[in-house]
Structure formats: structure tokens, C-alpha cells
């Protein structure tokens, strides 16, 4: 046996690199990296690759990390959707700031557990800091808390579980549940009402106005008709910046109507939510403050890589009802409630330390840089929309309220919705820039989402150019 052992050792220490192998190993990374990089301000937005190439399997042998290098360069970084281009403005991107990616790497290489306290007490603190800073951010109170995320979807399902124990409903009564919401709001809460097992909650889709806004005009009326039929007002959901045109939602006058009716309110403000760094948008946004619970998505934004998302909650109780287990395992784990554990406010236990990815771009660069990136975006989206205003056929959407704008164009003869559909095909399939479109009450539109941070007046010039020369040649 101690010569199997032996033996077995000998292979399974290939998994640990010497200095000389490591050294190599991150030089041909970095380089592939800022090769990459330095590719990224004239590099399409997007790629058509032709025939896949099979990769369905694994092999006992090694693969030299060239040719893996190779492989992801043409097959995964030259295929779909650049990301990290300047020139993606399609759905709402954030682009992957580069310390994140270090960040990400010193979490990797160190391994700290973040979920517990106990184990990572350096982490656990970093974590809980970016939770209070966004906290005050939001106007939240200094008791109220939070965890880092994946993303929207799961911030958006750990909402809705902590409001489903804050109600203190039995299951029994689930249909009777009444969730209020706009048609423009994310399909991941209806994902996450779904997966909390509120699949039978009835769902009131209030209408929006011209400007993409929902209309609260009679959401008072109709939670009194609910009360009055013996259905229970469970959930409002507000947008600060709905995914398909930027627009926020009337918070305040939302805020008043939860607080008068004890129905809990959650605003998602995953793609809008860090533009309250800028004072305008804070004001736009008073009653944010009054919420129950707040999605985040700082992989928007605050412009970090995907998988970097975060939900604030006011009820540290009823989070805790909704998320707190222990198991005799996990005896020495346990310490003071001086910090929260992330493992007791998330479905997650096994967490890695995601939030050095988000702190260390915050300490690094300050947050001054992050301001003045959120007010060139909105301006941006702004100076787009003027300038193709002015061009003969083209209908714009109403004035954005962050950095998402869109347009359309009506041809003299013809079908608009189908002419606009053939346009947006074919600024995808040049490739240069990206952008994606949406249907909303029957009118096709094209959206133009402006978040990444290597987004600047020249990417917008060009987008300006390749719609003109698309519409000319369709119109040929």
C-alpha cells in the first residue's frame, strides 16, 4: 500500500506547478490577455463563427496551454457577443473592469471561503462593507443588510422568499397571493416566484404610460378590490430602470402605497440602481429608501465582469427565517453576530469570495471615475437619440432616464415593424456594433443600451453611421 501511495502521489503532484511552470504558464495568460485587450477598440461587437468544433470530451493526457489559448481565442472570444467591446450596446453589459479580473484571480489562488465569518473573517468583512456602502447608497438604515449575488435572478428569488416569511403565509393560502407589477418588469421575478413555490400567486399587471412608466393611478383600487374578494396584497414591484427601455418607475407615490397597505416593496434596481451615485438621479429616486428589499447588479453599472449582483434587505429577521441553517458539522463555525454570515442570508453555502472582484476597482480607482462614467453613458444615450432625430424617418422613444434610448425607423411604404426587423438583422451581421430590439404593445423597437465602460462619443458616432448606411441600403 505505501508504494501505491507512492505512486499515486507522484501523479496527483502534477496538479501543484513548480515556480518555473507557473511563471510560464501566467506570462502566456497575460500575454493572451492584453493581446485581447489590445484588440478591443477595433474589434467587432459581435461574430458569426462558422461550423463548431467539436470539443465534447476530456482526455487522461495533458494539453498544452498554447493550444488552449488557441481554442478559446477563436472558438469562445471570436464567437457571439464581444462583451467587453465598446461597441456592445445591446441588452444592458457592463464590459468586466480589469482589476476584477485580478480580484477574481486573488480569490482563486487564496481560496477563502466567504460564505462564514469563522473561516474568512477578512472576507467576511470586505463582503459586509460593499453591503453597508450600497446600503447608504440606497438609503438604507445602518441595520439593514444584504448579500452579494450571482445576479439579478437570485437577488430577485432571495426578495421574494424573505417576503413569502415576512408574510408568514401558509401554503394553503398561496393562491391567494397577490404580487403587483408592471408588464416591463424582469421575467426573473416571475422565474423567482416560481421557484419559491408562488407559482399560484395571481399577478396584477398594472399599465404603463407613454414614457414606458407604470401607472399607479389605480394600484390603490384595486389592492382595496383584492382585500375585499379575501386575497392577500403580498408584493409590489417597482423598477429603477426596467431592462428594456431604462425607465424608472414612480418609487415614492409606490413606496406610500406599500407602506399604507403593509405590502411588502422591492425595487429592481439591477441595471439602474448605481446611477444614484449621480445626485439628479437620486432625486428622481426619493423612496427608494422606503423599500423592503433592493436588487443590484453591480456587473452592470459599476461595469464589473458577470455573476456580480447583490440584494439589500431591511428585515434582517425575516431573511434569516428564510435562509438560516446550521448542521452539527458546522459547530465550530459558529461566532457572534458581529457580521453576518453570507451562508445565512442566501440559498448559497459553499460561497466563494466574490467580493474582491467589486472591492478592489472601488479602492483602486475611487469612485469618483465611476460618476463621471455613469453621466458620459447618460449623455450618450442622450446625443444618440438627438442626432437620429434628425434624420429623416426615424422615430425615437421617449426622453431616457438613464442610459438606454430607442428608435425605429417608418419607411414612406410599407410595413414599419417588418422594415425594422430586417434592420436590426442587419446591424448585427456587420458585426461592428451590437445592438438588440424589443417589441413593446405591438411596435418594434431597436434598442441602443449604453453601460459599458469602453463606450465613448466615437462608438456612438459609428453606430450613428452604420444605421444611416443600413437604412440607405434596405431602402435601395
Known sequence: ??????????????????????????????????????????????FQNSEPENQDHLSETPTKINEL?????????????????????????????????????????????????????????????????MNELMGFPPNATGNLTSGGSISNLIAVVTAREAAEVKA???????????????????????????????????????????NISTLEDIILKDKTSGLIPFFINASLGTTNTGTIDPIEEMAAVAQKHLVWFHVDAAYGGFFRMLPD?????????????????????????????????KDLKSLYKAHRYTADYLQDLVDSDS??????????????FRGLRMWLPLKLFGLKPFRAALKEKMLLAQYFREQIKKEEGFEVAPVPDLSITMFRYVPAHG????????????????????????????????????????????KIDLLLRIVKEKKDKLNA
Open 172 to 214: 394553503k393560502d398561496f393562491d391567494k397571493l397577490v404580487v403587483y407589477l408592471s408588464d416591463q418588469a424582469h421575467h426573473s421575478l416571475q422565474k423567482a416566484l416560481r421557484i419559491a413555490g408562488l407559482g399560484e400567486a395571481q399577478l396584477r399587471y398594472l399599465p404603463i404610460d407613454d414614457e414606458f412608466r407604470l
Open 415 to 458: 410595413d414599419a415593424y417588418a422594415f425594422n426587423e430586417r434592420l436590426i438583422k442587419a446591424i448585427q451581421d456587420d458585426g461592428r456594433i451590437f445592438l438588440s430590439s424589443t417589441t413593446i404593445h405591438g411596435k418594434f423597437w431597436i434598442r441602443v443600451a449604453i453601460v459599458v465602460f469602453r463606450t465613448h462619443k466615437d
Open 1 to 46: 500500500m505505501i508504494e501505491k501511495i507512492k505512486d499515486l502521489e507522484e501523479i496527483a503532484r502534477q496538479l501543484e506547478p513548480d515556480p518555473k511552470q507557473k511563471q510560464e504558464l501566467t506570462k502566456m495568460v497575460i500575454n493572451h490577455t492584453e493581446e485581447f485587450l489590445s484588440r478591443l477598440p477595433d474589434e467587432n461587437a459581435y
Open 281 to 313: 438621479i437620486c432625486e428622481k429616486t426619493k423612496g427608494i429608501e422606503k423599500a423592503d428589499s433592493i436588487t443590484l447588479d453591480p456587473h452592470k453599472s459599476l461595469f464589473l465582469p458577470f455573476g456580480t449582483g447583490a440584494v439589500l434587505i
Open 69 to 133: 489559448l488557441g481554442f478559446l481565442r477563436s472558438r469562445v472570444e471570436y464567437d457571439g457577443i464581444n462583451a467587453a467591446s465598446g461597441g456592445h450596446m445591446g441588452y444592458v453589459p457592463g464590459g468586466g473592469l480589469y482589476p476584477s479580473a485580478l480580484g477574481d484571480f486573488l480569490a482563486a489562488v487564496s481560496n477563502k471561503y466567504a460564505g462564514i465569518y469563522f473561516p474568512a473573517p477578512g472576507a467576511a468583512r470586505i463582503e459586509n462593507m460593499l453591503i453597508r456602502w
Open 339 to 352: 457580521e453576518v454570515n453570507a451562508a445565512d442570508v442566501s440559498p448559497e453555502l459553499t460561497k466563494h
